[in-house]
């Protein structure tokens, strides 16, 4: 069977960009800012993107344009033992995406509640009690909340109605589903622009605060927001690249990538800042108090700033609409990443039967966050993945690519297709830099979470967590050996 090929290069870059830019830019990138003393995260993070971001990024799409299969498939032509660890990766792709959906439920429930303002008042109460009902503790389950759970389904409805075609439904929708946030950004910045205050917002998320350079945890933070930021580690850049004609300008497409995903991560601290500047004159709230307040940011503290506003119901409206537009190429883009390693297994399987079953498959497993536990479940869960099994497959990916099939022969293809020539740089980078700064994230994370169980939560809740941590790195071990014993069986029958 011909592979499909993305009608154009722009397409491409369209879905690779919608990809990137997701909740992670507008909900993550500004409370990150916010609580690592806001200028100052700007530099950890250029630097993150810089040794770790973009030379990561040209690797997988030069290795998913160059093997023309998804993350499995891919990882297996680099080297035939590490097919499992395509496997790793798609796992923890499955679970990123089973609270994504869930994240963007609570969107969806935002924007329907916009039109006449729920939240005014008390954004508080109306976040962990109206839509979440958040029981006591992660002991009490208390229950499916129904609602979470419809708007659940609508999300995934909407999903699935993306990617049922494989690549040639995403292409028609990634035309529209980029530029309108993109657009709805704007607007909201213009708005934000005539806010008493906004230039105050500017001002903390500008200057930069040197001192926090020296805390580890910034660069912790740095490093793994630029791998969720670009997609990185989930397999989507591998697959998306492999519809791509082997011999397409690698260089240049990553470079558009992520500037493009940088730019709009930039944009929207401009956004975010300027409407907290206007709310902390409006309520007399330290500016740095609300920047801090971590990942309520999106769902408690700018609504609230919204309701403050002229016309709070268009801005709610407009705020949700453009994160659900933005989160949704995010979404499905990590579902695809699983579809398109499927399909490389099974040729003659249905597109859309697969996208159906992987969609159904996510949502079940995201029936869990919609318990009235399910934000703490949420919190666990992304604490541990992005901690842990995106670093770590970001490290053997390197480890793989640079050091097992080697760095150099994968220069020289992205050199041989670009127009613009990486130097050696990009080896070093991969065999050395981005394998040791990973590990020493790494071990810097365990050993914060093995001396202080994360946010006090119980045991065996954490145990869930580590769990998703482990379970993976054994399956991977075990795929290996076995890969590594069918290697063996068929070189003794080829003697
Ligand atoms: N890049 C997207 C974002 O910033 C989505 C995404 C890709 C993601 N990989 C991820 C989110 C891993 C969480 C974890 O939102």
């Not at 097992?404 to 990486?422: D, F, P, T």
Request: charged share 10%.
């Amino acid at each position: 069977m011909t592979r499909p090929r993305w009608v154009s290069r722009t397409v491409f870059l369209f879905a690779a960009i919608g990809s990137a830019v997701g909740l992670g830019n507008v909900w993550r990138f500004p409370y990150l800012a916010g609580k690592y003393g806001g200028g100052a995260f700007l530099v950890p993070y250029a630097i993150a993107l810089a040794i770790i971001g973009f030379p990561l990024l040209m690797l997988e799409l030069a290795i998913g344009q160059k093997m023309q299969q998804g993350v499995v498939g891919s990882f297996r032509k680099l080297h035939p033992q590490f097919g499992g660890l395509g496997i790793f990766t798609l796992m923890t792709t499955f679970i990123v995406v089973s609270y994504y959906a869930v994240v963007m439920g609570w969107s969806l429930l935002y924007f329907l509640g916009s039109f006449d303002v729920k939240w005014s008042g008390d954004a508080q109460g109306y976040f962990f009690d109206r839509v979440l009902q958040l029981s006591d503790g992660v002991n009490s389950l208390g229950g499916i909340n129904w609602v979470v759970l419809a708007s659940l389904i609508a999300i995934w409805l909407s999903i699935y109605f993306c990617i049922w075609q494989g690549i040639k439904s995403v292409e028609k929708v990634v035309l529209y589903t980029v530029p309108v946030p993109i657009i709805l950004l704007a607007v909201l910045l213009l708005r934000a622009m005539t806010l008493p205050g906004f230039l105050q917002g500017w001002a903390l998320y500008l200057t930069p605060v040197w001192a926090s350079l020296l805390d580890p945890e910034v660069w912790t933070a740095a490093c793994s927001q630029v791998l969720y930021t670009l997609s990185l580690s989930c397999g989507i850049m591998v697959a998306y690249a492999s519809y791509r004609k082997t011999e397409e300008d690698i260089v240049r497409d990553s470079w558009i990538t992520t500037l493009a995903d940088s730019g709009i991560c930039l944009f929207s601290g401009l956004v975010v800042f300027a409407v907290l500047g206007y709310m902390a004159g409006q309520t007399d709230t330290p500016l740095t108090e609300l920047a801090a307040s971590g990942p309520g940011l999106a769902f408690v503290v700018f609504p609230k700033a919204l309701s403050l506003m002229p016309l709070p119901w268009l801005f709610g409206a407009l705020f949700f609409l453009m994160l659900l537009s933005l989160g949704i190429d995010s979404a499905f883009s990590l579902v695809e990443a699983i579809n398109v390693s499927i399909l490389d297994e099974k040729e003659h399987w249905q597109v859309s039967r697969v996208a159906l079953g992987v969609c159904f498959a996510a949502f079940i497993a995201g029936t869990i966050y919609t318990t009235r536990a399910g934000l703490y479940f949420l919190d666990i869960i992304d604490h541990f993945l992005t901690s842990y099994n995106l670093l770590l497959t970001g490290i053997f990916e390197a480890i793989l690519a640079g050091w097992i099939y080697g760095a150099e022969k994968l220069r020289r293809y992205i050199n041989a297709v670009s127009h613009r020539q990486i130097g050696k740089w990009w080896n070093v980078s991969l065999k050395f830099v981005v394998p040791i700064v990973l590990v020493a994230l790494l071990a810097t994370q365990l050993s914060t979470d093995l001396r202080t169980p994360y946010e006090g939560y119980p045991t065996w809740a954490l145990g869930i967590g580590w769990a998703i941590a482990i379970i993976p790195l054994v399956v991977l071990i075990l795929l290996v050996f076995r890969d590594r014993q069918f290697d063996r069986l068929e070189e003794s029958e080829q003697n």
